[in-house]
């Protein structure tokens, strides 16, 4: 008995200790990631089971005490039955994945050769052209929307100057289209391609090249053999990098995608603040957040496998 | 030799690409017309009328207040978190802390701007904190989006420095504390200053976090410049977008031109 008595003292002594001075400095980051970043993720699940309903705030408890002895649990799964059936949200869903393939993949069009470019250059001026790759990303975001849509609006540079040439008679439609949309967000994310790209490129060793040309390998055969499966990792890693803040963008699509470009994140902007319904932005949320997840556990693992396979 | 060339063009298109949309905004923002299809002359007058008016300088005023708390937050507990990453070894629950830390990085902040929406209105509900969305929700908001980015630089600072010399430090008699502060601190500066500006960019930039918590007395710039993009073209925003880039690059370049020469001193 004396010892577990004495356990106990000295156990309750070891978490005064934990949470004085020095350690709760330390809890900090802790509580705060807690309260601020998991508290929510779980309050937005929970939410996206209740019902809507006019009040404040507008959605029903899911656990309630009736008269007497009752515990009520109400779990109302329609809210995601909704997001599978109505064809809005599916087309949603459809329109987002659609501007987040196609932009990473004109990203990495476009990347690769400027990657490739800054990687070979001159040591000295390498740095230079780095910083002015993620200069416009210091930028604000929505003044570079704002470039596009001076560039792309029925008045605009573009219309206004093809009118002056006279080659148009009537302003082109450039905006207000999911192309627009997709331009607008490849010029926002391409720095976060380039830099893990020219990052694998420049580990790439020359010689390497050199040897597979000396044997006689036309420059496309060089390029898919030797250099891209060496520029893998930089690849996945900047493909992600777009795609998945692509796949939630909201401010891109809304300014210059129109009416009709209705992604996942506008259709969550939407559903809180036109409908007033909170439930039903949850659930959306809920599962644009596994859309985001998995892609990125699917890496980890891969990135765990590859490590298991290189010890 | 075409090498050098086929590199050249590829570069200056990029380059085009990524600068002649920042240039045109610049360039009209001088245009004495309200509209784009003419150019009737140099005028400053744009930019008189955006610094008369009481709107946009009340929401500059708000956005450099929540920016300033929330990097310098941000900071705090981003070195924190970064120094338990990377010095306390391996602990249990480690993979959740460090998961939970980076995961407004890829949380869309549409999600990120709802969620925490709905745990201040709970919050209020349970104990009457924050008793109504403003100042301190953004800046909250701000904090906890920013964290994950000052934590991921200050890492990898820490990652690459040479651990012997906390340890001769600690073996030569220096509490914990002082250590951080005379060896640690002086060594990730450096990282801290660039964490800094980025989060201060990143919270003056954020204009969809901010819809959903900001109250009505908070309105910040990016509030008011995106209300404002939604009808269109407007020679005013041309003037702000203008400003804010020149203050922006010159603060940027002069982070890197200082950062670029204390590097040789790190070496050693």
């Given amino acids: 008995m004396y010892s577990i008595a004495e356990r106990i003292i000295e156990g309750l002594a070891q978490l005064l200790r934990n949470f004085s001075g020095r350690r709760l400095l330390i809890w900090l980051p802790f509580m705060w990631v807690l309260i601020f970043v998991v508290c929510p993720c779980l309050i937005l699940f929970k939410i996206s089971f209740a019902e809507s309903q006019v009040a404040s705030p507008p959605y029903s408890e899911l656990i309630e005490w009736l008269s007497g002895h009752m515990l009520q649990l109400r779990i109302n799964l329609g809210n995601y039955v909704t997001l599978f059936t109505d064809d809005m949200y599916i087309h949603g869903f459809a329109t987002s994945m659609l501007i987040a393939i196609t932009s990473t993949g004109c990203c990495l069009l476009l990347g690769f050769p400027m990657a490739y470019a800054i990687a070979r250059s001159n040591e000295k001026i390498r740095d230079i052209l780095l910083m002015l790759v993620i200069l416009p990303f210091w930028t604000s975001s929505l003044i570079r929307v704002y470039a596009w849509i001076m560039l792309l609006s029925p008045c605009g540079v573009i219309n206004s100057l093809l009118m002056k040439l006279h080659i148009i008679d009537m302003p082109l439609p450039l905006m207000n289209n999911s192309y627009a949309a997709c331009i607008g967000i490849i010029y926002t994310y391409l720095p976060f391609m380039i830099f893990p790209l020219y990052s694998s490129i420049e580990k790439i060793d020359q010689s390497l090249i050199e040897a597979a040309y000396d044997l006689g390998s036309s420059p496309m055969t060089a390029f898919f053999s030797v250099i891209m499966p060496l520029a893998l990792p930089g690849i996945i890693a900047g493909s992600a990098l777009v795609f998945v803040p692509a796949l939630g963008e909201f401010v891109i699509p809304e300014l210059l995608g129109g009416a009709q470009t209705l992604t996942i994140g506008r259709l969550v902007w939407n559903e809180f603040f036109s409908n007033m319904s909170w439930p039903t932005a949850a659930a959306l949320s809920i599962v644009l957040l596994l859309f985001v997840v998995l892609p990125i556990t699917f890496l980890q693992e891969r990135k765990q496998i590859k490590a298991l396979a290189g010890d | ?268």
Avoid at chain 2, 191 to 198: E, R, V
Avoid at chain 2, 257 to 265: D, E
Wanted: one cysteine or more; charged letters at 10%; glycine letters at 6%.
């Fill in chain 2, 1 to 268: 030799m075409s090498r050098v060339r086929v590199s050249l063009l590829v570069l200056g298109l990029g380059y085009l690409f990524l600068y002649a949309p920042l240039i045109c905004i610049a360039v009209y923002s001088f245009n004495e017309s309200r509209f784009v299809s003419s150019w009737t002359g140099f005028s400053f007058k744009w930019y008189i009328s955006l610094l008369s008016d009481p709107i946009i300088l009340q929401a500059t005023w708000t956005s450099i207040k929540i920016a300033t708390m929330a990097a310098t937050m941000s900071v705090c507990i981003g070195t924190i978190a970064a120094i338990i990453m990377n010095r306390f070894g391996r602990f249990r629950g480690k993979t959740f802390f460090v998961s939970a830390i980076a995961a407004p990085l890829v949380i869309p902040e549409v999600i990120i701007g709802l969620s925490l929406l709905m745990l201040f209105v709970g919050m209020e509900k349970l104990f009457g904190w924050p008793n109504r969305i403003g100042n301190t929700t953004v800046v909250i908001a701000h904090i906890t989006l920013t964290i994950a980015y000052v934590t991921m630089i200050v890492q990898s600072r820490l990652h690459y420095l040479d651990h012997s010399v906390e340890e001769a430090a600690l073996d030569l008699g220096a509490s914990p504390i002082k250590v951080f502060f005379v060896i640690t601190l002086p060594m990730i500066f450096p990282a801290i200053i660039l964490g800094w500006l980025l989060a201060f960019a990143l919270s003056l930039d954020d204009v969809v976090i901010a819809g959903f918590v900001a109250g009505p007395g908070s309105t910040t710039l990016p509030m008011i410049v995106f209300s404002s993009l939604r009808f269109g073209i407007s020679p005013q925003i041309n003037a702000l977008a203008t400003i804010l880039m020149t203050v922006l690059t010159v603060g940027v370049i002069s982070a890197a031109i200082v950062m670029y020469n204390r590097k040789p001193q790190d070496g050693n």
